[in-house]
């Protein structure tokens, strides 16, 4: 089972900004300079905010997954393509995320994952999503956006990368408690 991605962070929000600005340059300083792509890792970085959002699909006993592996054998059971598409894309996020804001956390704990086979997964969910037509009135996105982050994985996990230097750097802390931005 797959929940709704909450949406409680309004589009004005400074975090948005803060969020796409970073983004922005994250891209340009690896010259990769597309507007839906930037977007696509704005709003994914938005989301994110809301740890719900990261770890919103449940197995059959209501139990979050939060492993890659769980979380594939979930996808792989029967459903409809557009729940499907869903489970892809969420995969394809969580991974872009992980890797690109905590990649250690992939090499601790139990379930010890090489990053390789990460990057992997991550580029293959979106490439699935790409070829999958999203459902009629759905707010899922184009194909085109999930082919060019299939296509461009590593960069936008390298633009995070960069992204997650400048949010831990002790200024921004600062700034962001002062603003309240947090």
Partial sequence: MIEETRRDIPADHP???LFRDLTERGMSAHNFRDADTIQYLT????QFVQIENMYRV?????RRLQYLVDLLEQA???????????YYKHLGDLTLFNLGLFPESLTYGRRTVSPD???????????????????????AGSPVVY??????FEQCVVSLNWVK???????YQYMFRQFEIT
């Avoid at 709003?43 to 938005?46: E, S």
């Avoid at 449940?58 to 209501?62: N, P, V």
């Avoid at 792989?76 to 869903?86: G, H, L, N, V, W």
């Fill in 76 to 86: 792989s059971q029967e459903m409809s393509p557009a729940i499907r598409r869903d």
């Fill in 58 to 62: 449940k197995d059959e006993s209501g």
């Fill in 117 to 139: 086979f990460y990057a992997e997964q991550g580029r293959r969910s979106y490439n699935m999503v790409a070829a999958m037509q999203p459902a009629a009135g759905s707010m």
């Fill in 147 to 152: 082919q060019k982050l299939s296509e461009h």
């Fill in 43 to 46: 709003d994914l970085l938005t």
């Fill in 165 to 171: 230097l400048y949010i831990n750097d002790p200024f």
């Fill in 15 to 17: 975090i948005r900004r």
